[in-house]
């Protein structure tokens, strides 16, 4: 089945610094990123949408200037967190689908847990 | 706008059969997940309706009805590895992006 790695699991960094998670899809070719955000006990809120070799789409409410996303490969995208602050420690979940696959399930990342002190 | 519901929390015995209902409103319905996700990991993918009825999966079943917007999860023969958090997921149009819900979150009690 579809393979999506993550990098870092975990990462702690100082207020102020930038942190780069990597997605990764293994075995298939990922035209679609997606990159999800999620508070303890709360569920999966979309932060952007991200297509190989164009701007990514951000929702409503999420800064594109501080969550930096790059998809510049068909099997690798990143999400950037510009200036952490502690208010973005969170788990960060990236998924994948490939070329006419939107009618299947999204397999996820097994997420990066952000601490930011 | 998309809006989904499903309970906050739930509580069922071990061996037991219990149901988790999703309500949601969208436009250009385009199929409906349940996700499992324990405490501290990524979700991992339970089933998929996009036409009307029961999916069967061995101790998992997953019902839709478009008309109504609404879906349930079925979990059999309850184990205690089953407590987890369950996440029902609607895609709309066909960007592949799915919308979750705020999940339910089961304790399974011997």
């Given at each position: 089945g579809a393979v999506v790695s993550q990098h870092p699991s975990w990462v702690i960094c100082k207020s102020g610094t930038s942190v780069k998670i990597e997605c990764r899809s293994?075995?298939?070719?990922?035209?679609t990123m997606f990159w999800y955000r999620q508070f303890p006990k709360q569920s999966l809120m979309l932060m952007a949408t991200s297509n190989e070799g164009s701007k990514a789409t951000y929702e409503q409410g999420v800064e594109k200037d501080k969550f930096l996303i790059n998809h510049?490969?068909?099997?690798l995208s990143t999400l950037t967190v510009t200036s952490a602050h502690p208010e973005d420690s969170s788990f960060y979940i990236c998924s994948a689908s490939g070329p006419g696959s939107y009618n299947s399930p999204l397999h996820f990342g097994n997420g990066t847990r952000l601490t930011v002190t | 706008g998309q809006n989904i519901d499903q309970p906050t929390e739930m509580t069922a015995t071990e061996g037991a059969i219990v149901q988790i209902n999703c309500t949601y409103q969208t436009s250009g319905f385009n199929g409906l997940f349940w996700y499992q996700q324990h405490a501290g990991e990524a979700p991992t993918f339970l089933s998929y309706n996009v036409l009307d009825g029961l999916e069967e999966k061995g101790r998992f079943s997953s019902f839709l009805s478009r008309s109504k917007g609404y879906s349930y999860l079925l979990l059999k023969e309850l184990q205690m590895k089953d407590s987890a958090s369950y996440l029902c997921a609607v895609r709309s149009g066909n960007t592949g992006k799915l919308i979750f819900g705020q999940g339910t979150t089961l304790q399974v009690k011997p």
């Open positions: 293994l075995d298939f070719q990922a035209t510049a490969s068909l099997t | -």
